[in-house]
């Protein structure tokens, strides 16, 4: 019945349907999220707080066709908001310059949208901290030559200062001289083959690239670099650092055109080092052909890498996820979900 009145559908409505079910029966809320893989996410997440009385009913925002994205959401919903329709968006820029524009304001001020801090869904899964159990799991070893997690903090080192001045000038309202689009081509990773050097190449390939559009940008703004200084420590008050800035970046580029690629070298190298292992001790070839067979069947093959990170919990440790986890308990407490 919802599906069918879904170009009038608001928080009242839903209220009322409520109403019209059993007592004993658990109230509905319904949850618009921006794409497909947000559907897990945001299940995942609502349904760590157990609530007994509620069910979350989470979907694309689709009206009369297929839509996905925040834009989507919000021209259709933003005044059907309430207790019992809500949303849950990535973030983008909106969390860091909370007066970008009318989405903006309501993203930052609403009881009912829920945000994820980071960048988008895709930088949790890359929250460093998580990476190098990943790696264990995928590998089913521990002894690795390089550890993921501070090639992901050397990587947010070096995109910091760009990362700055493309947020600053998008709030000041120049995003075109320096569009996301722009950065995602400067800072992602292009050179990914170079494991045995702890991938030193791949970040000389990028300081290089960093440099060469970062020089000519500091001349064209060099009245801007007080206001540059002062948005760092604004910057810092909303958690974004030198060593972590890569969860506020493009999510996209930092899942698939950064993380992923460093894993898949590092997996794809341990699985040799672990093969050759395997055939030095083996004593004959049967055995070897078994203990390689049964080595195969236990790893994650590269092919199947993005689905399994999207599998990875641990970002629920990082500092971003805990204010989505506050805004959450204290939508419970307000409308009284317990």
Same mark, same amino acid.
């Given at each position: 019945m919802l599906k069918g009145l879904a170009s009038?559908?608001?928080?009242?409505?839903?209220?009322?349907?409520?109403?019209?079910?059993?007592k004993n029966n658990p109230k509905t809320i319904k949850v618009y999220v921006e794409s497909d893989y947000d559907i897990t996410h945001w299940n995942k997440i609502l349904d760590r707080f157990n609530l007994k009385n509620v069910v979350f009913d989470i979907s694309l925002p689709n009206k009369t066709h297929y839509e996905k994205g925040k834009g989507n959401i919000f021209k259709n919903f933003k005044n059907s908001l309430g207790p019992n329709l809500i949303v849950c968006v990535d973030s983008d820029y909106d969390y860091l310059i909370p007066e970008a524009n009318e989405d903006s304001v309501i993203i930052n001020t609403s009881d009912f949208v829920f945000q994820t801090f980071s960048y988008s869904i895709e930088n949790l899964y890359c929250f460093h901290e998580s990476l190098q159990q990943f790696c264990f799991s995928c590998l089913n070893k521990t002894n690795l030559k390089i550890d993921i997690a501070s090639i992901i903090n050397r990587y947010s080192l070096l995109i910091y200062d760009i990362l700055v001045w493309n947020i600053y000038l998008y709030s000041i309202g120049m995003a075109e001289r320096f569009s996301r689009k722009d950065f995602t081509n400067i800072c992602n990773i292009k050179i990914f083959?170079?494991?045995?050097?702890?991938?030193?190449?791949s970040f000389t390939c990028l300081s290089d690239r960093v440099k060469d559009y970062l020089n000519p940008l500091l001349i064209e703004f060099k009245e801007h670099k007080d206001k540059i200084d002062k948005f760092k420590?604004?910057?810092?008050?909303?958690?974004?650092?030198? #060593?972590? /800035?890569?969860?506020?970046? $493009?999510?996209?580029?930092?899942?698939?055109?950064?993380?992923?690629?460093?894993?898949?070298?590092?997996?794809?190298?341990?699985?040799?080092?672990?093969?050759?292992?395997?055939? #030095?001790? /083996?004593?004959?070839?049967? $055995?070897?052909?078994?203990?390689?067979r049964a080595y195969n069947a236990r790893i994650v093959e590269n092919g199947m890498l993005i689905n399994y990170i999207y599998r990875n919990p641990d970002f629920h440790n990082s500092d971003l996820y805990q204010k989505t986890e506050n805004q959450i308990n204290n939508f419970i407490s307000k409308y009284e979900l317990n």
């Open positions: 009038k559908i608001n928080s009242d409505l839903i209220q009322a349907f409520n109403a019209l079910n059993p083959d170079d494991f045995d050097n702890h991938f030193h190449s420590v604004y910057l810092e008050s909303k958690g974004l650092l030198p #060593d972590n /800035c890569y969860l506020f970046a $493009q999510g996209h580029l930092i899942l698939e055109d950064v993380v992923l690629k460093f894993i898949k070298t590092i997996v794809l190298n341990e699985k040799k080092i672990k093969i050759k292992e395997i055939k #030095d001790k /083996c004593k004959d070839v049967k $055995q070897t052909s078994d203990e390689i």
